[in-house]
């Protein structure tokens, strides 16, 4: 079950990066469907060309003391 549950929230995460998708920009059932919709077209074209492109999806989190010692090494 937390495995399931963790690719839902990486997909969450994924979209409210990637769309910003916090709230809706239109008002109407029908516009923020079709954002929506929109919205999750655009990140199954940003899966399709990592997939392609041989580029793996972030499945872990780096934390921000990790990324600084990262970038203070090179």
Known sequence: DYALRAGVE???????A???L???RYRGLAK???E???SAVALNLIRL??????HPLDRTRTSHL?????RLAA
């Open 10 to 16: 990486g997909t969450i995460r994924q979209a409210v």
């Open 18 to 20: 990637v769309t910003d």
């Open 22 to 24: 916090h709230q809706a």
């Open 32 to 34: 923020t469907h079709l």
């Open 36 to 38: 929506h919709v929109y």
């Open 49 to 54: 060309d990592a997939w392609w492109n041989g």
């Open 66 to 70: 990790a990324r600084l010692e990262l």
